[in-house]
């Protein structure tokens, strides 16, 4: 376990010099987030599922995951998630933002609510890191912690990309 982690931080080290003399500029960009959380796929980035289970019945998840940057380093940010199958059907509003922190380091925090049959508040902050793919996108490994009725540690990655 050492071992991976000490990998781990190694690569994280190394892949932080690259592309640091880039001239791409990220104020006045548009955010699109794609990816999934490791624990849950509900409310993750944005993107489109639909799945037939064991018994047959028709499970679809639409999220949708995007902001403005507003500066260099800060996007404004809302998300929207719909589950539905199997006679349940869930709703996802969250408002907030994206920092990015030495413009490397997404901070990421986000409020808004759940909706089924009640409305359940909802907070989730995390931090990650982005490894540069390209000039406008990242591939952002992330931990956090998500906040209905309980707090649950949230693993997640994606793919930021400014449009």
Same mark, same amino acid.
């Given at each position: 376990m050492k071992r991976l982690l000490f990998f781990f931080c190694l690569f994280l080290a190394s892949s932080s010099s690259f592309?640091?003399?880039?001239?791409?500029?990220?104020?006045?960009?548009f955010l699109v987030e794609t990816g999934s959380g490791l624990i849950s796929s509900f409310g993750?980035?944005?993107g489109f599922q639909f799945v037939v289970n064991e018994y047959g019945d028709n499970l679809t998840n639409f999220n949708f995951q995007?902001?403005?940057?507003?500066?260099?380093?800060?996007?404004?940010? %809302?998300?929207y998630g719909n589950f539905s199958g199997d006679?349940?059907?869930?709703?996802?509003?969250?408002?907030? %933002?994206?920092?990015?922190?030495?413009g490397r380091i997404p901070l990421n925090g986000t409020l808004g609510s759940i909706r089924s049959n009640s409305s359940t508040f909802v907070a989730n902050f995390?931090?990650?890191?982005?490894?540069?793919l390209a000039d406008n996108?990242?591939?952002?490994? %992330?931990?956090?912690?998500?906040y209905a009725d309980?707090?649950?540690?949230?693993?997640?990655?994606?793919?930021?990309?400014f449009l």
């Amino acid at each position: 376990m050492k071992r991976l982690l000490f990998f781990f931080c190694l690569f994280l080290a190394s892949s932080s010099s690259f592309g640091q003399d880039s001239e791409f500029q990220r104020k006045g960009r548009f955010l699109v987030e794609t990816g999934s959380g490791l624990i849950s796929s509900f409310g993750g980035g944005t993107g489109f599922q639909f799945v037939v289970n064991e018994y047959g019945d028709n499970l679809t998840n639409f999220n949708f995951q995007g902001g403005y940057f507003v500066s260099e380093n800060l996007a404004l940010k %809302a998300q929207y998630g719909n589950f539905s199958g199997d006679g349940i059907s869930f709703q996802s509003f969250q408002f907030g %933002a994206k920092y990015y922190l030495l413009g490397r380091i997404p901070l990421n925090g986000t409020l808004g609510s759940i909706r089924s049959n009640s409305s359940t508040f909802v907070a989730n902050f995390s931090a990650g890191y982005g490894i540069k793919l390209a000039d406008n996108i990242f591939l952002e490994p %992330a931990i956090g912690i998500l906040y209905a009725d309980s707090p649950l540690l949230e693993l997640s990655w994606s793919f930021s990309m400014f449009l």
